[in-house]
C-alpha cells in the first residue's frame, strides 16, 4: 500500500518538474560541458533522486536536445510576438533586435546560447537536422525583416550573406555581454539598430 502510494504521489509530482530539469541541464552544459555532467548531477540541481530524471527524458542526450531546440522555439517565439504588424520596418526590426537580446542574454537564454553554440556537435544527426529546421524557419523572419528594410530604402543590401552577420552579430553578444556593464540590452538594440539602418544613437 505505502510502495503504491509514493507511485501516485510521483506520477502526479513528476509532470512538473521537466521544465526544472531542462533549465538544470542547460545551466550545467554551460558551466561544466555537456560530457562533463552527469544525470546525477542534474537530478541534485532539482532536488531529485538520480534515476528520477528519466521519467521525463530516456538519456542525456534527450535533454540535450530539449535545451537545444526548446530554447530556438522560446526565441523565435518571443522576437514573432514582439513587433506591432503596424510599425513601420524600422521601428518594428529594432523591436525585433531588442527581443532576441532580451531573450538571449537573460540567465536561461545565455545557459541555452552557450550549449547551443558549444555543445550541440554532441547531437546525433536527426536532432542537427531538427536544430538546422527549427534555426531556418527563426532566420526567415530576419531575412524578411531585411527585405523589408530595403524596400523602405533604409539599407542597401537584404543578402544572405547580411543575414549571417547579423544573427552573428547578435549571438555572439553572450560571449561579451555583462549585465553590470556599460550598456543596457535596449541600448545594444539601439546600436545594433544604428549599425545596421544608420539611425541615430540615443546617449
Known sequence: ????????????????RRG????????LFHEKGYSATTIRDIA?????RSGSPFYHFKTKHDMLRA?????IDAIE????????????????????LRAHLRQLLGEE?????????????????????????LTDRYE??????LKDLKRAGLIADDSRVTRLFLMGALNWTVQWYRPD???TIDQLARQLAAFVIGLPQSK
Open 181 to 183: 556593464g556599460s550598456k
Open 140 to 145: 526567415a523572419m530576419w531575412q524578411q525583416a
Open 44 to 48: 541534485n540541481a532539482v532536488g531529485m
Open 67 to 71: 535545451v537545444v531546440l526548446e530554447g
Open 109 to 133: 537564454g545565455r545557459d541555452f546560447a552557450a550549449t547551443l553554440l558549444h555543445e550541440s556537435r554532441h547531437l546525433d544527426p536527426e536532432a542537427q537536422a531538427e536544430v538546422v529546421a
Open 20 to 27: 526544472d530539469i531542462v533549465r538544470a541541464a542547460g545551466r
Open 1 to 16: 500500500m505505502a510502495a503504491s502510494k509514493s507511485k501516485a504521489v510521483a506520477t502526479t509530482e513528476e509532470p512538473n
Open 77 to 96: 517565439r518571443t522576437v514573432a510576438q514582439a513587433p506591432d504588424p503596424k510599425l513601420p520596418p524600422r521601428a518594428r526590426f529594432e523591436a525585433m
